[in-house]
């Protein structure tokens, strides 16, 4: 199997980047400190419209979706 572009970063390092934002951080500074790239930084801040309000637990995902 080939894949294409750059290996996914994992979920619990994107969690992180918002923990340190609930913290206090900058954006600037949780990007760092997590290591990833401004680059990275930025594409996240645009998937949720700059804006991650809710805490979710670890290994809990939320769905939403409407019922057939």
Do not use: N, Y
Not at 26 to 31: E, G, I, K, R, Y
Not at 42 to 67: D, I, M, Y
């Amino acid at each position: 199997m080939v894949f294409k572009g750059r290996p996914p970063i994992e979920r619990r390092v994107r969690e992180q980047f918002w923990e340190c934002l609930r913290a206090g951080q900058d954006t600037v500074s949780a990007a760092c400190e997590v290591q990833v790239s401004l680059t990275q930084m930025r594409r996240w801040l645009v998937q949720v419209g700059g804006v991650r309000l809710l805490s979710v637990a670890r290994g809990a995902e939320q769905r939403v979706g409407v019922r057939q």
